[in-house]
């Protein structure tokens, strides 16, 4: 059965990754429970991801009455300081682009990452790269701006294009809000008419209002918890989510739910909810939660996107299984590395036939 129980077991955090999570996300935090961490949790620096020590710096960042254990310490600052950086560079970037899209009267949306670091300049966090949307009909003339600016395009989607100038300054920029759904140009006119200007090193940007900013952070969180393996990229809508909800009080939830409506993601938007609820109870209130009506067409289509998007997660886990194990290993198991190619090729052959998918996708991931 596909319900909350479903994604945390896709979500799959490990006892600490949760205890982590659930200490991060709390209102008071001790010294005990954190050295719990320590001396119970069987914490090792050097065996934990970057995204687990990046938040545990944080974690100690954010309640400065904790101290770090000394054999630790220099290396989680050192954590801190490196993502610090790589952020400036990435928002150094946007800036760039910003200033260039105001000369050209081109209005530009900040999203995702880079809109909660502007409305949390203090707490820092882990961005691969920055989100920016502009109005359809500003696209093509957008693209031209950001390679006047050096940036060439690296990726191109239906519904945004990656543009990179080096290793670290990656822009997406959307046309889009989401995908795969209908009327998402009306809602995404709707939330750009709705967006907070704000001054961005004397340009002006804009910025989604709460509801809006609630909606797109539910909608990715949801793609991340189904494809992503990094740890922080499955709970940082959480934590987004968290931030927003307790610095505004007066969420007008309904609009959430009236986008989710608009752009038929309701059930995505309430399992999100429960989500949400699952980690921190009484977040969303219960009612809105229970008023959302979910047709059996919409659940139907929800359903089918989601064995797509798991499958194409799966497919693309093997070809980077397939490249990082040829880039590794100078004398690569040649029977290994065909076994995995027959994999890719046979996910890839299973997404075009219609008939066998929904039965082979059932089998595969339990729905």
Request: charged fraction near 25%.
């Amino acid at each position: 059965m596909f319900d909350v129980d479903y994604l945390v077991k896709i979500l799959d955090l490990s006892k600490k990754e949760e205890y982590l999570l659930k200490l991060y996300i709390s209102e008071t935090v001790t010294k005990d429970e954190v050295y719990y961490l320590f001396n119970n949790l069987d914490y090792n620096i050097e065996k934990e991801t970057l995204s687990f020590n990046f938040l545990l710096a944080n974690l100690f960042q954010n309640n400065p009455h904790i101290e770090i254990p000394k054999d630790i310490e220099p290396r989680l600052k050192g954590v801190l300081k490196w993502f610090r950086y790589r952020n400036i560079l990435l928002m150094s970037g946007l800036k760039q682009l910003t200033v260039a899209l105001n000369n050209n009267d081109i209005p530009v949306l900040f999203i995702k990452g880079a809109a909660m670091r502007i409305l949390e300049p203090n707490r820092l966090r882990i961005m691969a790269d920055v989100d920016c949307t502009v109005d359809a009909d500003n696209f093509n003339k957008t693209i031209k701006v950001s390679e006047s600016l050096g940036f060439n395009v690296n990726a191109v989607c239906d519904y945004a294009t990656e543009i990179k100038r080096d290793s670290i300054q990656k822009i997406d920029i959307h046309k889009n809000f989401i995908k795969n759904y209908k009327n998402t140009g009306k809602t995404g006119k709707k939330i750009f008419e709705r967006a907070k200007q704000l001054d961005f090193y004397n340009s002006k940007i804009f910025i989604p209002n709460n509801e809006d900013m609630i909606f797109l952070l539910l909608i990715n969180g949801y793609e991340n918890i189904i494809c992503s393996q990094d740890f922080y990229r499955t709970v940082s809508w959480l934590l987004d989510i968290i931030y927003i909800v307790k610095n505004n009080r007066e969420i007008n939830w309904q609009l959430v739910v009236f986008n989710a409506e608009e752009t038929e993601t309701l059930a995505q938007i309430k399992i999100m909810f429960e989500m949400v609820n699952y980690f921190l109870p009484d977040t969303i209130p219960g009612n809105i939660i229970s008023s959302i009506n979910v047709s059996k067409q919409d659940n139907k289509n929800f359903l089918a996107y989601t064995k797509k998007l798991l499958f194409c997660c799966k497919t693309q886990h093997l070809k980077e299984q397939v490249r990082d194990y040829i880039k590794g290993n100078k004398n690569f198991d040649f029977f290994r590395v065909t076994k995995l190619t027959i994999k890719f090729f046979y996910l890839k052959i299973i997404q075009k036939t219609p008939i066998i998918f929904d039965k082979v996708a059932n089998r595969m991931f339990g729905i």
